[in-house]
């Protein structure tokens, strides 16, 4: 029988990702502050279901708002990098980027007695350097890449990217990539945003979005025949408003009984390292195609 794997994931960033927009006046602020109010719903969701997910938290949530980043914990669930805090890599320098890493893994393991195995990057945008640095710094995989939907995928570094010549593809790392996509993702389908260079609409009613989601495992159910998985990324202070609340206890109602099995991201990566193409890691004569 096919294994069908769903992630559930939330970023929790709570104010630093307005911070690291500059929108640091106290509407914006208590926006990210409302993501408070969203993970405790969630949390309860998540446990009337039995469902273990994984929350990326950047260093700045957990130091910032502790005793919520300990009730996640509490609740079982993996925390995973998520920046220190919430400036994107590719806004960063390398030294920024490795400094960033290194703080935010000692603020998750003082949160949580170990590592973590994951990262998610703000904002879904990498750095040339990404990959090295997480490979150095002992990470298992990432979660911030679109190459694929329902299959991991060893992540690659040294791609060489022009304008006028063919793109080169770099070597395959021992990094592996759980793929992600902005239609699953909340943000923006609900956000409303305005800056002065443009608008993200956002608000979108939340039972389209709903369809959207299920037909999004409907397909996987056609186009995995053994074993794939499937992420979707939430933000407490999105997906925490009620009428959202809503539609993600439906998404999941409707993924069990289309018998989809809910993993911790960490856990979903470990049963792709154990099956038999998981195990070809880049580096030996049969490196994998991708
Ligand atoms: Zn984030």
């Known amino acids: 029988m096919a294994r069908r794997i769903v992630c559930l994931t939330f970023d929790f960033d709570a ?7 500059g929108l640091t006046s106290p509407t914006p602020m208590s926006r990210g502050e409302f993501g408070l109010v969203g993970a405790r719903r969630i949390l309860a969701l998540l446990a009337e279901y039995d469902i273990r997910a994984t929350w990326f938290i950047p260093g700045h949530t957990i130091e910032s708002f ?14 995973g ?14 030294e920024e980027e490795a400094a960033g890493l290194v703080r935010g893994s000692e603020t998750i393991r003082k949160l949580c007695g170990s590592a973590p195995r994951g990262y998610r990057s703000p904002s879904w945008d ?10 150095g710094h002992g990470f298992r995989y990432d979660s911030s890449m679109m190459g694929d939907d329902y299959q991991p995928y060893w992540a690659r570094r040294g791609d060489v990217v022009a304008l006028h010549e063919p793109l080169v593809l770099g070597a395959p790392t021992t990094l592996v990539e759980m793929p992600i996509s902005w239609s699953l993702d909340d ?25 959207n989601w299920s037909d999004e495992f409907l397909y996987m159910t056609r186009a995995v025949r053994d074993w794939g998985v499937l992420t979707y990324s939430f ?26 099995v809910f993993l911790a991201m960490e856990d979903a990566v470990g049963e792709w390292l154990a099956r038999s193409d998981g195990k070809k890691r880049p580096g030996k004569k049969a490196a994998p195609r991708r």
């Open 235 to 260: 933000h407490p202070f999105v997906i925490g408003r009620g009428h959202r609340m809503l539609i993600l206890e439906k998404l999941i109602a409707r993924l069990v009984k289309r018998n989809a």
């Open 126 to 135: 990498l750095s040339p350097h990404t990959v090295d640095l997480l490979v």
């Open 66 to 79: 502790p005793d919520r980043c300990e009730e996640v914990v509490a609740a079982g669930h993996e925390i």
């Open 81 to 94: 990098h998520h920046g220190w805090t919430h400036v994107p890599p590719a806004n960063m320098t390398r």
């Open 187 to 211: 943000y923006p389908h609900f956000e409303f945003l305005r800056t002065p260079t443009h608008v993200l609409p956002g608000l979108m009613n939340a039972r389209g979005v709903l369809q």
């Open 15 to 21: 104010v630093s990702g307005w911070i690291a927009r």
